[in-house]
């Protein structure tokens, strides 16, 4: 199999039509959307999201009534229900400060559908566009607006035990938002981390959110697959930065008794650039 290309991660990218995005000089202030996922099942990813952009300068802020994103709604076929859902958080973020997203399915909720949901609203139409244009994938900003310095990430995890490792780019992330070359970046920058290709790298892990509920054999099947072409590698962790997805292939990895342990991207940097275990 071919390996995917690598363009330069710190070029903006686009998805289909849609026109390349362009970045804006760093900020000092930023908003936290954790997902409703990292909330409830794996709220360390959150937190050590907030470390690493706390690390850089940024003051990080977390309005307390943000919730679901809506897509379980959305992709099931009732959009009223999303659109109350994202309705309720429209007015949370009313500085014009980036939202950082450590997901890039909910992140492609955010910035591609919820000016969707509104486009025939006049109040909150507008809202959702210029919302929608301030929503960053983690990955993606901090390699394309902090435009993180990649060798100062190497020199701070250097020193530490040597460790191969897969990447999963969650469908969201890797088709819509178009982030999977800045995970990319960032885990070939680190010192003693190897990166392993695998067959089925690129396929979805069977998740996609009510997908594994209202189809639970052939999620199955899907996820199966993805981990015995990951554990064929001989890969020491499964790296993702989407808790979906990293919940999914980590429980079924357990119940398989597979020897495939999985960690947030934001844990994985922030553990291997000294941050706490």
């Excluded at 007015?91 to 025939?120: E, K, N, T, Y």
């Amino acid at each position: 199999m071919q390996p995917d290309p690598q363009p330069d991660p710190r070029q903006p990218r686009h998805v289909a039509s849609r026109a390349p995005r362009h970045y804006p000089p760093a900020p000092l202030q930023v908003y936290l959307f954790a997902t409703c996922l990292v909330d409830l099942f794996v709220p360390q990813a959150g937190l050590d999201a907030v470390r690493l952009l706390e690390r850089e300068g940024l003051l990080v802020h977390y309005p307390r009534g943000q919730s679901c994103c809506g897509q379980p709604a959305y992709s099931s076929g009732n959009p009223e229900q999303a659109r109350a859902v994202a309705r309720a958080q429209l007015d949370l973020f009313a500085q014009p400060w980036p939202v950082i997203v450590p997901s890039g399915s909910c992140a492609g909720m955010m910035r591609h559908h919820w000016p969707q949901l509104f486009q025939d609203d006049p109040v909150a139409g507008p809202k959702a566009v210029e919302l929608a244009e301030r929503v960053y994938e983690l990955s993606e900003f901090l390699v394309c607006v902090l435009q993180l310095d990649l060798a100062g990430l190497a020199l701070a995890g250097a020193g530490q035990a040597d460790e191969n490792v897969v990447l999963h780019t969650s469908c969201g992330a890797r088709r819509e938002m178009g982030t999977r070359t800045h995970g990319v970046a960032l885990v070939d920058a680190l010192p003693g981390v190897t990166r392993i290709e695998h067959q089925r790298e690129s396929e979805c892990c069977g998740f996609g959110g009510t997908f594994s509920l209202k189809h639970p054999d052939i999620s199955g099947a899907m996820v199966s697959d993805k981990i015995a072409s990951a554990c064929a590698t001989g890969c020491d962790r499964l790296v993702s930065a989407d808790c979906g997805c990293l919940l999914n292939i980590g429980h079924a990895a357990q119940h398989q008794g597979a020897p495939l342990p999985v960690e947030h991207l934001a844990s994985f940097l922030w553990r291997r650039t000294g941050g706490a275990p």
